[in-house]
């Protein structure tokens, strides 16, 4: 019996460093309806083009910057990083998307799976997560 006790503890004590982290904190309400992002060229393009496609969704028009444009070069601004990882495949590892208002942090978006281990839920597409940040980052349709 206890020998059991003790391998269920075990395993248990194994996958809690299996974790996945997701923190949002919602944009705050702006009127604008465009939506600038820096382009961050160490990222996939992929990334940006799912960002995009996400905005675009919730009825955003998205402006691409230069990746050395400045945050207040439009009233609402995004900057994103983001990293992959090979375990049996290839999966989106880290993701964090700031947006600013008039150059100040509006609100943030981080997903991290860096010590997802045997987590199978790190290999979810990263096209679907980042739809999933960018709806609990934009709460609202654009303009509402």
Not at 7 to 21: K, Q
């Amino acid at each position: 019996m206890i020998a059991k006790i003790a391998g269920i503890s075990l395993a248990l004590f194994a996958l809690s460093g299996c974790a996945i982290h997701q923190n949002v904190k919602p944009v705050e309400r702006f009127d604008s309806k465009t939506v600038c992002i820096v382009q961050n060229g160490n990222v996939r393009a992929t990334f940006l083009d799912a960002y995009e496609n996400a905005l675009s969704n919730k009825g955003y028009e998205v402006k691409r910057l230069a990746t050395d444009a400045s945050l207040i070069a439009c009233p609402v601004t995004s900057t994103y990083t983001a990293s992959w990882r090979w375990d049996l495949a290839m999966y989106m590892s880290y993701a964090d998307i700031i947006v600013y208002k008039n150059g100040k942090p509006s609100g943030k978006a981080t997903y991290d799976a860096t010590r997802g281990g045997g987590n199978m839920g790190k290999f979810i597409g990263a096209e679907k997560k980042i739809t999933e940040l960018v709806d609990q980052l934009f709460p609202r349709m654009a303009g509402s």
